[in-house]
């Protein structure tokens, strides 16, 4: 099978290659040296993609499906220039096609097991569905609401009668004595007695036409559980062969399975399958020298990928492997991963830890980014998360820079602070920090019982024309395209956010949201969906927005909860940086 392509295919073969000015840099830190090695995407890699978007627009079997494609500019022993290509997961439902890098060895050892798991995840899919959308569970709920009214209206009628009686009684007692005051009042007290008995045969009549709707629901609904753990469980198992199965191998000569490369790690599913990882692991194998690599998106917009895009390497799937693909190169622009930090200025409230921004920027340049101290006691400490900024490390050695990291490495005490809560990495605002584990556990205990009241600021990429509203959708996590969320009947989980409009500017709308649950992209997904306002956050590619923004604009604006020591209501608001 030819993989290699010459330059003439896709560029002028008489034009000089170019490295300058790259626009991205695929990066990792090398496991053995700690030192950060880079690949670039340069102008150069970029108009090759370009060409070979050229010919994916001209062939038909590359339209019906979205998915990544790549490119990678290598180097043979002999100095020559030659183009490889890839595509991510399958294409047309092939994994091989002829002028195509073939994928990592490993996907064939599991073909089989795959295929029968992945027919064992669509019957439990079809079966949650089937259960969900069960007869007897509308039928329940109709009758419920039926018996309900019914219940109802015999209340308001029995309490009419009631209010008469206890009338009657104080006009009998008033105009009667003896035998005939007793009688008549005996009557009023059957009276009372069958409206007792009414309504005691009603619910009689309740539970015997709903109970055996209820257990069939309730059956139903254990079943539906049970398919959930059992889906789980082989998502994992079906994962877990598959990444065994994979090895890559680096520019040292050094193969790993995935297993052995993030231990412990859960990896999404199509780790491995990605166009980054099949180009550097062909090249290391057959003894090329990568020069600078570019992917794109091309087909079907999902998610934040938009046709003829360029984009980097992907969070979940690729970026953890890079450090170890790129081991073995020689570059001669290699970058600390750990730069010397400065003291943390000590203080009161409302003061600023100046650290180095441990992430590197495009650019290559090491940013220097503030830490606001909002609030801060003996017993918590909240700070201005910057946008560009994790509120956690992450799994992964690349993914370690966040608020947490810096207050643990800085402040004395660093060790015993936790994270209460989360804010997206592009999200700006209040993000409060436990000093120790009963702090900790109080806190969280307001956060999961919604007694802490939350106030984020957005700018809408268009006109909301509802001036204010409540939105309600059962949000999931797709786990093959973590961390995107999208809105599932079935499988997802309660959301509620209020709004209201703020102001109309331009072609934009400032909206204020009031989370009234934590889900992942809560705001994003709800700004975003049709069920929901339908319009995305300026600078909210990842579910939509095609507006040109600086960053997402969506800050966590205020924060009010009882402290956890005083009992009194603490209020923290910080100024929306947009």
């Known amino acids: 099978m030819v993989v290699l392509h010459p330059l003439s295919d896709f560029i002028d073969g008489n034009a000089a290659v170019s490295h300058s000015s790259p626009s991205y840099y695929y990066e990792g830190r090398c496991p053995q040296t700690g030192e950060r090695l880079k690949l670039p995407r340069t102008p150069t890699a970029e108009a090759i993609a370009k060409n070979l978007m050229q010919h994916l627009a001209h062939n038909d079997r590359y339209s019906h499906e979205g998915k990544m494609y790549g490119i990678l500019l290598v180097e043979l022993p002999n100095n020559e220039q030659r183009i490889l290509k890839a595509f991510s997961g399958l294409l047309n439902g092939h994994s091989r096609l002829e002028g195509w890098v073939p994928p990592i060895p490993g996907r064939d050892n599991v073909a089989l097991e795959e295929a029968r798991t992945l027919a064992e995840l669509e019957a439990i899919k079809q079966e949650l569905i089937t259960l969900k959308q069960l007869p007897q569970r509308q039928h329940y709920e109709t009758l419920s609401r039926e018996f309900e009214q019914q219940l109802q209206q015999m209340s308001d009628r029995h309490r009419d009668g009631k209010h008469q009686r206890q009338r009657k009684r104080q006009l009998l007692c008033e105009t009667l004595t003896g035998e005939a005051l007793t009688l008549a009042l005996e009557q009023l007290d059957e009276e009372s007695r069958r409206h007792g008995i009414e309504r005691r045969q009603l619910k009689r ?83 090329l020298k990568p020069l600078a690599m570019a992917e794109f998106w091309w087909g079907k917009s999902s998610g934040d990928k938009v046709q003829g895009e360029f984009y980097g390497a992907c969070v979940e799937r690729c970026q953890p492997l890079m450090g170890f693909l790129l081991s073995g190169l020689k570059s001669k622009s290699l970058v600390p991963f750990d730069p010397p930090q400065p003291p943390l200025k000590k203080g009161g409230v409302n003061h600023t830890i100046s650290l180095q921004n441990w992430s590197f920027t495009k650019e290559g340049v090491w940013g220097e980014v503030s830490l606001p101290i909002v609030y801060e006691d003996e017993w918590l400490i909240a700070v201005n998360k910057p946008a560009g900024l994790l509120s956690v490390p992450g799994r992964y050695r690349d993914c370690q820079d966040s608020v947490l990291s810096r207050l643990r490495h800085q402040l004395a005490d660093g060790m015993a602070i936790m994270a209460v809560h989360r804010l997206d990495q592009d999200t700006s605002g209040i993000l409060l920090l436990a000093r120790n584990p009963q702090t900790y556990r109080q806190l969280s205990q307001q956060f999961q019982q919604r007694q802490v009241h939350k106030v984020y600021e957005a700018v809408l990429s268009g006109w909301v024309t509802t001036e204010r509203g409540e939105i309600t959708l059962p949000l999931w996590g797709n786990p093959e395209n973590r961390p995107y969320q999208q809105v599932d009947e079935v499988r997802g989980k309660p959301s509620l956010t209020r709004f209201q409009v703020m102001a109309r500017e331009g072609d934009y709308t ?15 997904v709800h700004a975003a969906d049709a069920r929901g306002i339908g319009i995305p956050i300026l600078g909210d590619r990842f579910y939509g927005c095609r507006a040109v923004a600086s960053r997402l604009h969506l800050h ?10 005083s009992g009194q209501s603490l209020y923290l608001h910080t100024k929306t940086p947009f």
């Open 510 to 524: 400032r909206i204020e949201f009031i989370p009234l649950t934590g889900r992942t992209h809560q705001l994003r």
């Open 556 to 565: 966590a604006r205020e924060l009010r909860f009882e402290h956890p020591q």
């Open 205 to 287: 009549q309740q539970n015997e036409g709903l109970q055996p709707l209820k257990q069939q629901v309730e059956a139903a609904d254990a079943r539906m559980r049970e398919l959930k753990q059992q889906r789980k469980a082989l998502s994992r198992q079906l994962q877990a062969q598959m990444h065994a199965a994979y090895s890559v191998t680096n520019f040292s000569g050094q193969s790993l399975s995935l297993q052995q490369l993030m231990p412990g790690g859960s990896m999404p599913t199509g780790t491995g399958d990605c166009c980054a990882p099949k180009l550097l692991h062909y090249a290391a194998t057959q003894g």
